[in-house]
């Protein structure tokens, strides 16, 4: 079965940085394009980045220049390098494969990890 699993989160101070690491399993991954999402509670999910299978990446407004997505093909392994840490990015995050659409419209597989809570201080 499809299993995605988030690590790395955590807390740190504004204007630090962090690396979330997604494992993926169960799916084709190298053939898959990959996302990550937050989610702040009581707000819906927001597409934070992508990558295609061809590397080709985007990225939210909020997050442009401070977050950079990439992937291990090799390790069946999406990554999210987040610096410059603001509190508004404080949120779970979640990856995902993204089955179909276009940035920012992308719908995601109905397989969600446990996510990986991000909580940043000022």
């Known amino acids: 079965q499809v299993q995605l699993v988030e690590s790395g989160g955590g807390s740190v101070q504004a204007g630090g940085s962090l690396r979330l690491s997604c494992a993926a399993s169960?799916?084709?991954?190298?053939?898959?394009?990959m996302g990550w999402y937050r989610q702040v509670s009581g707000k819906q999910r927001e597409l934070v980045a992508n990558i295609a299978v061809g590397g080709s990446t985007n990225y939210a407004d909020s997050v442009k220049g401070r977050f950079t997505i990439s992937r291990d093909n090799a390790k069946d392994t999406v990554y999210l390098q987040m610096s410059s840490l603001k509190p508004e990015d404080t949120a779970v995050y979640y990856c995902n494969q993204l089955i179909s659409g276009f940035w920012p419209n992308y719908r995601p597989s109905n397989y969600w990890g446990q996510g990986t809570q991000v909580t940043v201080s000022s």
């Open positions: 169960g799916i084709n991954f190298r053939l898959s394009m």
